[in-house]
């Protein structure tokens, strides 16, 4: 039972081997296992060999891309960013068309009865008889949002084909 702690104890000082060779031990770790494979010779082969392995890993060169697929790679990736740029512009500028143009239905309305009926149809004197007239009112509205939406949509695909 004594050799089972024993032998965990050795196999934590075996998994920071492979650290010890890529340098990526602490200070404290690093001390720890100097001290250990100073009193186990296997363990000091194993580093010695992880130690010569990993200086002929560093001594083979890194493959480099061809400049000409780094520039392309380059250039769509600005190109996918410049895209999503604009897909955030165009929903922000829908989204304020939407806002704006109900913002114009609800102030303009009362403005027009005004000017249609005099004070008393802002009040709510004669404005159940108008909600027919509210509804065409709204539907241009909304007609000229679209109109505005769609001219939004033909530009853009029309800058999109220049590009």
Do not use: Y
């Not at 965990?8 to 060779?21: I, Q, T, V, Y």
């Not at 309305?109 to 008393?120: D, E, M």
């Amino acid at each position: 039972m004594s050799k089972e702690p024993i032998r965990n104890e050795h196999d934590k000082f075996r998994e920071l081997l492979p650290l010890a060779a890529a340098e990526a031990l602490d200070s404290t770790e690093e001390a720890l296992l100097i001290a250990h494979l100073s009193d186990c010779s296997d363990c000091a082969a194993d580093s010695e060999r992880l130690q010569q392995l990993t200086a002929n890993l560093r001594g083979i060169p890194t493959p480099r891309a061809p400049g000409a697929l780094v520039s392309r790679t380059i250039l769509l990736a600005q190109n996918r960013l410049v895209e999503e740029s604009a897909h955030r512009t165009e929903r922000r500028i829908m989204a304020l068309v939407l806002v704006l143009s109900w913002a114009f239905v609800a102030v303009s309305w009362p403005l027009a009865q005004l000017i249609a009926h005099g004070w008393l149809s802002v009040f709510g004197f004669g404005f159940a008889q108008a909600w027919k007239s509210f509804a065409v009112f709204t539907g241009f509205c909304w007609i000229a949002g679209a109109t505005g939406a769609i001219l939004l949509a033909a530009r853009r695909s029309r800058e999109g084909r220049m590009a």
